[in-house]
């Protein structure tokens, strides 16, 4: 019954949780209605991401020890609601800049909080559905906040700050869902990667974490974690700036519309991504975890060749809109895929909150950098070349995949005790 409990309270949280699901509003709204530069939009989203980027593996290694996961997670999550909502009172650079440099703090505990959440209260075999079961949560939770958002700049234009405040409201409802989440229910050696340390441990071991670990160093030496590390950075470097580029073009020829179409735009990405997450979730493990990846991710330079034409011979609003369906495949496989990824590459080793946070960090420096790299293409040239440079970064990025990143296989039934006491 607590098992079933924690289950339902985890989708409710990745229901409501912000992920930074109002970026491209963010971008759309300072830009368009308080005159921005583009660049300082790139610049914020630097700041914020480097803040992830210092203390986004301290924070999974904080995670991988603390045994207050409910509080951290809770506590982080109402900071963050409160950094997102104060866009609709101030919009003077300096502000938003501290602001977003504390919700990048505070957002460091979201994804390895919730990841090791799920870990500690679901057995292994069960986790890629569970997995599954939580994005799909937390994308439909998407759609409708992001429908809400258009809806709000359609009847209220000009005073579209409302939107940010129903985000924040929705931050506060996820650190309400965390606390329903049942103690006695949380493995926290489970929720590390650490239950199968000790043949000899106990179930009062487990929930208070008494398994062995390995070395840190160990896993900087592995070959397939570096090469995965490094995938990240490059997926999000070529990724994350596209959205971006796509709200600014629909919106710049009708602020109005534009809000409305920014908003269609989300909408497809998550209405895609939903139904994506639930079958990888549920197929992953039949069909392979590298063949699922390169699945998505040719889908990246598929759309950025779309987009740089269209932009070029036929820069039609719905058009670039419809365009979302290929990043709606493409993150709901890869961001269902990373966490059973990085399960697969340090079973056994004690430090899934550490390595997951190593990952997260390639992928806010990638994201960071490129919002600025988009932006000031665009800036000096236009939103066809900064498609197609996004484009090609994206093709050398499948390459790496496809040929030098190695996954590790699904452990046979105890054989997870023998490869630890290999590695330490």
């Known amino acids: ?63 991988d020890r603390t045994h207050y996961k409910r509080l951290v997670t809770a506590s982080a999550t109402v900071v963050a609601a409160v950094t997102t909502a104060s866009v609709a009172w101030t919009s003077e650079l300096w502000i938003i800049v501290l602001l977003k440099a504390l919700e990048g703090a505070a957002a460091t505990i979201f994804l390895p909080a919730l990841m090791s959440l799920t870990l500690a209260v679901v057995p292994e075999k069960a986790v890629p559905h569970v997995v599954g079961l939580t994005e799909t949560s937390n994308k439909i939770g998407s759609v409708l906040f992001t429908i809400c958002a258009g809806i709000i700049s359609y009847y209220l234009y000009p005073d579209v700050g409302a939107m940010f405040f129903m985000l924040g409201a929705g931050g506060l409802a996820a650190a309400a869902f965390v606390f329903i989440i049942p103690a006695q229910s949380i493995h926290h050696d489970r929720a590390r990667s650490a239950q199968n340390c000790r043949a000899s441990q106990t179930e009062s071991d ?39 580029l796509v709200a600014q073009s629909v919106s710049h020829e009708d602020l109005k519309t534009g809000l409305t179409f920014t908003s269609a735009a989300l909408c497809i990405f998550y209405f895609v991504q939903a139904p994506t997450s639930f079958i990888v979730g549920n197929n992953c493990e039949r069909f392979g975890y590298k063949k699922v990846l390169l699945l998505g991710h040719i889908m990246l330079p598929v759309r950025c060749a779309i987009l740089g034409v269209l932009q070029l011979f036929y820069p039609n609003q719905y058009a670039i809109t419809a365009t979302q369906i290929f990043d709606g495949l493409c993150s709901g496989i890869y961001d269902t895929m990373l966490p059973l990824v990085v399960v697969r590459l340090v079973r ?69 005790n023998d490869k630890l006491e290999e590695k330490v």
Request: proline share 4%.
């Open 348 to 416: 056994g080793s004690g430090h899934f909150g550490f390595t997951f946070g190593l990952m997260l960090t390639c992928w806010r420096l990638g994201h960071g950098v490129s919002w600025l790299m988009s932006e000031s293409i665009y800036n000096a040239s236009s939103y066809a070349t900064a498609f197609f440079v996004l484009g090609g970064v994206g093709l050398l990025t499948m390459c790496l995949l496809a040929f030098g990143v190695n996954i590790p296989p699904a452990a046979p039934e105890g054989k997870e």
């Open 206 to 244: 487990t929930h208070n974490g008494g398994g062995k670990t390995i070395r840190y160093r160990e896993i900087f030496r592995d070959r397939n974690v570096v090469a995965f590390a490094l995938y990240s950075f490059l997926y999000h470097l070529s990724n994350a700036g596209i959205v971006a």
């Open 1 to 63: 019954m607590a098992s079933l409990r924690a289950k339902w309270a985890l989708m409710g949280v990745n229901f409501f949780i912000e992920t930074n699901r109002m970026e491209p509003f963010l971008a759309v709204y300072l830009i368009e209605f308080h005159k921005w530069n583009p660049v300082w939009i790139g610049i914020v989203s630097l700041v914020m991401n480097g803040m992830m980027l210092v203390l986004q593996t301290p924070a999974g290694d904080f995670l």
